[in-house]
């Protein structure tokens, strides 16, 4: 097993300062060309392993359909959210071309990881670090706004090693039933911009268990924000898909229940789609991943 890089101690922002598995969906994931500055990046809730749910998706039973699935899809980075210390280890024993980045949002390895997966061959960490979305960003485990659970933000400033090209790629979950939670959490994350350089490309990836539309999105999207390529990108797949099926429901809840998003600034998004993927009736988890294809180099406009 390859050693994780995790950092442990806290860093802060400031501190620095295709194709689908054999299965039931009658869907198929976006066809990808291997030009070398293509990026293919996912956002995946993998649900959390410790909820008891019911065969066959438990994350004892859900594993490998998970590591089938991520091993076909091939995705160059993938932010995964919800998932335990135990989950983080088994998916990197499973993942074996990828490294991970991650911290418990308690601390250490305590609570869910925000965990980022990333194509080791491919991309060195230059810097990465963590930050809670409370009044008290660098304070481990921090709540202010009405959440009775921690959340955080992971991230990390890649270098790709053929280009030596940089981007700086972000991963959350927000909270699930704190509406002022989540609209301050995203002025965190706006406002933490300015803490990066801001000529580098940025991908934003998360459960924000709030729709397109919401405040939360508007302000994240807003001008000299972040991008969806929901708006922009040529090409489109599923885009009448919510993506929480809680493991029954194949629309993911319909078009207006995108919760999950991956956003881009600076960086052109050619493709995006919400995969439904099913294993003979079987979900790889409650969420769908939304996975989209972007171009190094190429400035969105």
């Given at each position: 097993?390859?050693?994780?890089?995790?950092?442990?101690?806290?860093?802060?922002?400031?501190?620095?300062?295709?194709?689908?598995?054999?299965?039931?969906?009658?869907?198929?994931?976006?066809?990808?060309?291997?030009?070398?500055?293509?990026?293919?990046?996912?956002?995946?809730?993998?649900?959390?392993?410790?909820?008891?749910?019911?065969?066959?998706h438990s994350w004892t039973e859900r594993r490998p359909t998970i590591q089938s699935f991520l091993e076909s899809e091939d995705a160059d980075i993938i932010g995964t959210q919800e998932v335990h210390h135990y989950q983080v280890t088994e998916l990197d024993n499973d993942l074996t071309d990828y490294d991970w980045i991650g911290l418990g949002r308690e601390g250490g390895t305590s609570g869910e990881f925000m965990a980022i997966y990333y194509k080791s061959d491919r991309f060195t960490p230059v810097e990465s670090g963590h930050y809670w979305l409370s009044d008290t960003p660098d304070v481990v485990g921090s709540t202010s706004w009405g959440n009775s659970i921690p959340r955080m933000v992971t991230w990390a400033k890649f270098q790709e090693e053929d280009t030596d090209e940089q981007f700086y790629f972000v991963n959350t979950h927000f909270d699930h039933q704190s509406a002022e939670a989540q609209r301050q959490s995203a002025n965190l994350i706006a406002s933490k911009i300015t803490d990066y350089d801001e000529n580098l490309p940025m991908i934003l990836t998360g459960d924000f268990n709030a729709p397109i539309g919401s405040e939360p999105y508007e302000t994240l999207t807003a001008e000299n924000m972040f991008q969806d390529p929901w708006d922009y990108a040529e090409t489109t797949m599923n885009e009448d898909l919510g993506t929480f099926n809680n493991f029954n429901d194949p629309t993911g809840g319909g078009a207006d229940n995108k919760i999950d998003w991956v956003l881009t600034r600076n960086i052109q998004a050619t493709s995006i789609e919400i995969n439904d993927y099913r294993n003979n009736g079987q979900y790889p988890s409650d969420h769908y991943p939304v996975i989209v294809e972007l171009e190094l180099g190429e400035n969105a406009e």
């Open positions: 097993m390859k050693k994780p890089l995790r950092t442990l101690t806290l860093f802060s922002v400031f501190f620095f300062g295709s194709h689908v598995v054999s299965g039931t969906s009658d869907t198929h994931a976006i066809t990808l060309s291997e030009e070398e500055n293509q990026l293919k990046v996912m956002s995946f809730n993998l649900r959390n392993g410790n909820a008891n749910d019911p065969s066959p």
